[in-house]
């Protein structure tokens, strides 16, 4: 795996250092990968060849925003043997089982996350390390393998150095340390700080994979949180043309650079008496071209370019309510970020993304072909690239 990086971002005025991010994913034994790390700056492109892995790498990334936004195991893995390398011997009790982690960075400094999963015989969490560079905040371990829940330690100071009790073996122990924690010692703030930071990083992120198939019905005008497979766009792009002048001139500039012929805007209106509405582009001289007709790549590029000019407030994400969106920084991940997309396209909505980003307005962590050009365009604009390998 070669990691290009370039030198540390300028933050725009008003954007803290200090909010927290997840600034790094490991692939212990997850998938095709074995002691995988990967970096996550404000912009990041996943590069390589088919079967290098991207895709596996982003789906433990949101594996663990579900996770922290507390999912239970089943929901995050419905196919568990899926993500055990190939090459996982079973011990003498015929499990096997997969390890993935991360580290946020913070107010508390960089906390890492590790967890392992098994996945056979039956799907649970098997052990969590929380650490700081100093201090183990959280420490789990199966014990009984007879009984629903894992053994946990955590971290209190004072004198009692040490806390211990059970913890459900299908749920993220480091989400629940808010439930379990008093925050009475020193030490115990330094546990609830250090596990807030985690769960606020994880759950600040955006899965996309924009569905085109789903962008071509007209959609009910309240559905206006844009989902993940985007399929609501045209709610989506009605209430964000009312609500934001400005990104929305941002979008039809986008659009412009990257839609075929011209375009003076990019709207929906109403599509029946149901209430549901449908986005169109305003070609001019009366003329207004219904997004239905536009090809795959278009309508994954409009989308995009979408995603990449709103919020957590018009994202459909799993953001933490209690935070504040200022102390938040929301992390779009993106597979497949440039299929279906001909290279000015490509070349257009990196350029965007590389905006957006050294803004402070999102973090991206996306999933390019090799050699497709999106790779290229990420390295001229100082994003960090990762080169996986098969």
Known sequence: MTVLQPGPPVLPPGVSSSRPRVTELRLSAFARHRATTVPLGPFTALSGPSGSGKSSALRALDALARLGGGAHLSEVFPDPRAYVPERARPDAQHRRGFRIGCTVEGPA?????DLAVQAEPELRVVGERLTGPDVIYLETALRDPGRRDVQAAWH???SVPVTRGPLPDDLLGTALLPLRVAGRTEGQRRVLAAAEQVVVGLRSAFACTPDPARMRAPVPVRADRLLGGCGNLAAVLRRTRAECGNRHSLLVATARAGLAGPVLDVLAEPAGRDGSVRALIDRGDGLRTPVERLADGELRYLALALVLLTGPGILEVDAAAEVPEAYQTLTVVADDFDRGLDPRQSAELTALAARMCARGHIRLVAAVDEGAGADRAAR???????????
Do not use: C, F
């Open 109 to 113: 400094g960089p906390v890492r996350l």
């Open 156 to 158: 209190t100071a004072g």
């Open 380 to 390: 001229a604009h100082g994003a960090t690239v990762v080169d996986l390998e098969p």
